[in-house]
């Protein structure tokens, strides 16, 4: 697996390569969303994750290391994350991003409400 990411206007971008085949190209990195988006492209595979250690930030280039970190999950860790109930988001909300810890889950909303399993 090829991964090439770079600064596009001060977000960072990736393109993901796999076996000499392009998956995706010019994906928007998100905290706590594989680089694939999309599963059926990878259905065996895991997945490579940005965690950042503030708030949702966006992966920044400069913070790679030091507060932002891409961290590879298999197939078989993806599949025992626990799938949270989601009964709090309201009418017209979508969850924008989802992150499980050892502490529980975090999940946001398209608008900026952030959700945990308390």
């Known amino acids: 697996m090829g991964i090439r990411l770079r600064d596009i206007g001060g977000v960072t971008a990736a393109d993901?390569?796999?076996?000499?085949?392009?998956?995706?190209?010019?994906t928007r990195a998100l905290p706590g969303e594989p680089l694939v988006p999309y599963r059926y492209l990878t259905p065996d595979a895991g997945a490579f994750i940005f965690i950042t250690l503030s708030d949702n930030a966006l992966p920044v280039y400069a913070e790679f290391g030091v507060s932002q970190f891409l961290v590879y999950m298999s197939a078989t860790e993806l599949?025992?994350?626990?799938?949270?109930?989601?009964?709090?988001?309201?009418?017209?909300?979508?969850?924008?991003?989802?992150?499980?810890?050892?502490?529980?889950?975090?999940?946001?909303?398209?608008?900026?409400?952030?959700?945990?399993?308390?």
């Not at 993901?16 to 010019?26: F, M």
């Not at 025992?80 to 889950?105: K, N, R």
């Open 16 to 26: 993901v390569d796999l076996q000499g085949e392009r998956l995706v190209s010019g």
């Open 79 to 118: 599949a025992a994350l626990p799938v949270p109930t989601v009964g709090e988001l309201t009418e017209g909300q979508d969850v924008a991003s989802y992150l499980t810890t050892d502490d529980g889950f975090y999940l946001t909303t398209d608008d900026g409400d952030l959700l945990t399993d308390d």
